[in-house]
C-alpha cells in the first residue's frame, strides 16, 4: 500500500509500506479522506513523544475492506469513521468508566501506525458505520466535534448564559457552534481575525482580538473553555472568569504552566480537564448528519497524500481551520 512514514521529525516520505492484514476482532479499513490535527503537527515538530519511523494520522473515514475473526456488525464495502484511541479496558481506570484516560490506551498514528496510508487495521468496536446521507469529508470531522461534544458536556451552557472560548481553531470553532445551538450567549477570542470571522458565522456574538479587548468584558463570563493551551490562557481565562465561574480545559500545551491560585479561590471557580472522549461518536455522527454544525465552513483545504508534509508545513496558517487529506 501506498502510505506517508514519518521517519523523523520533519521528515515524511510517501513509499510503499505492507499492507496490515486484520487480526481476529479487527477491521481493515480502506481509508478514503483523513483529517489534520493539532496531534499530528506536534508529531511532525518532535513535540510529542512517538516511535519512528511511523505513518501518522488519527481522524479518517473509509470503507471496510476485509472482516477478521469473529468480527460481527459491520459489512465489506461499509463506510466508517475511526475512534483512533484503544483503551486496554481491562485496567482499574477503564473499568470506573474512564477509559479516555486510560494510561494503557493505545493511540493511532502515535503508537501504532495511523491513517495517513491506504490500510490500517482497527478493533471493531472503534469502527462507527456512517449514517446514511452523511458525506466523507463530513464524517471526517467526527473525531474532532467527539473532543469538543464531551468538553462542552464537562458543563453545558443554559440558554443565555455567557460563554467564552478561548481559541477558535477546529475544537473552539465547535465548541463556538455547540453553545450557538443550545441558545448561549457565546464570545471567541483568537490571534486570527479569519477564524473570528468563522465563529461569528457560526453564531459567535462577540469575537475579540487580543487580550486587552477582551479584559474590557472581564467577570462576564460564567462557562469559559480553553481550546488554545496557549502559555497565557490560563490566567487569562481565570481573570475574565465571572465569580462562581466554570473552566474546562481541553487544549494540551506540551508542559506545564503557573497556575493563578489566589484568584481561583477568590472566585470559587470550577476547574476540569476534559480529555479526548469516551461515549461521544454516536451523538457526534449525529449531529454532522443535521448539518446544524456548519461544518462546510471549517474544511479549509483538501490535499492529496503526496502533500501531506506541505499541509503540515502550513498547519499554524492563520487562513486554515481543516485541513483534509485525499488517499488514493
Ligand atoms: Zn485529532
Ligand atoms: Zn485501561
Given at each position: 500500500m501506498q502510505a506517508a512514514v514519518l521517519i523523523e521529525p520533519g521528515k515524511i516520505e510517501i513509499r510503499e509500506a505492507p499492507t496490515p492484514s486484520p487480526r481476529k476482532g479487527e477491521v481493515l479499513v480502506r481509508i478514503l479522506e483523513a483529517g489534520i490535527c493539532g496531534t499530528d503537527y506536534a508529531c511532525y515538530m518532535g513535540n510529542l513523544t512517538t516511535i519512528y519511523p511511523i505513518i501518522p494520522g488519527h481522524e479518517a473515514v473509509g470503507e471496510i475492506a476485509a472482516l477478521g475473526k469473529g468480527v460481527e456488525g459491520v459489512r465489506v464495502g461499509e463506510r466508517v469513521t475511526i475512534q483512533p484511541n484503544f483503551p486496554c479496558t481491562a485496567c482499574p481506570v477503564c473499568r470506573s468508566g474512564h477509559e479516555n484516560v486510560c494510561p494503557d490506551k493505545v493511540r493511532l498514528g502515535l503508537d501504532v501506525d495511523g491513517v495517513f496510508a491506504q490500510y490500517v487495521c482497527v478493533p471493531r468496536p472503534y469502527v462507527w458505520p456512517l449514517p446514511d446521507g452523511l458525506s466523507v469529508p463530513v464524517a471526517a470531522l467526527a473525531e474532532p466535534l467527539c473532543v469538543a461534544l464531551h468538553a462542552f458536556r464537562k458543563n453545558p451552557p443554559a440558554p443565555d448564559e455567557r460563554v467564552l472560548v478561548y481559541g477558535a481553531g477546529v475544537i473552539g470553532l465547535l465548541l463556538v457552534r455547540l453553545a450557538v445551538l443550545s441558545k448561549a450567549r457565546v464570545a471567541a477570542v483568537d490571534i486570527a481575525e479569519q477564524r473570528l470571522a468563522i465563529a461569528k458565522e457560526l453564531g459567535a456574538d462577540t469575537i475579540y482580538l487580543t487580550f486587552p479587548e477582551l479584559e474590557r468584558d472581564a467577570g462576564s463570563f460564567s462557562i469559559l473553555y480553553d481550546?488554545?493551551?496557549?502559555?497565557?490562557a490560563f490566567s487569562n481565562i481565570v481573570n475574565v472568569a465571572a465569580p462562581g465561574g466554570s473552566i474546562v480545559l481541553t487544549g494540551l500545551p506540551h508542559r506545564d504552566f503557573p497556575l493563578p491560585t489566589s484568584t481561583i479561590v477568590r472566585k470559587e471557580l470550577t476547574i476540569r480537564g476534559s480529555m479526548i472522549y469516551r461515549d461521544e461518536f454516536p451523538a457526534a455522527l449525529n449531529l454532522l448528519k443535521g448539518g446544524?454544525?456548519?461544518?462546510d465552513l471549517l474544511i479549509t483545504e483538501t490535499y492529496p497524500l503526496e502533500m501531506l508534509s506541505r499541509a503540515l508545513e502550513d498547519f499554524?496558517?492563520?487562513?486554515?481551520?481543516k485541513t483534509l487529506i485525499r488517499i488514493p
Open positions: 481550546t488554545s493551551g496557549a502559555a497565557d446544524e454544525m456548519k461544518t499554524r496558517a492563520p487562513d486554515r481551520v
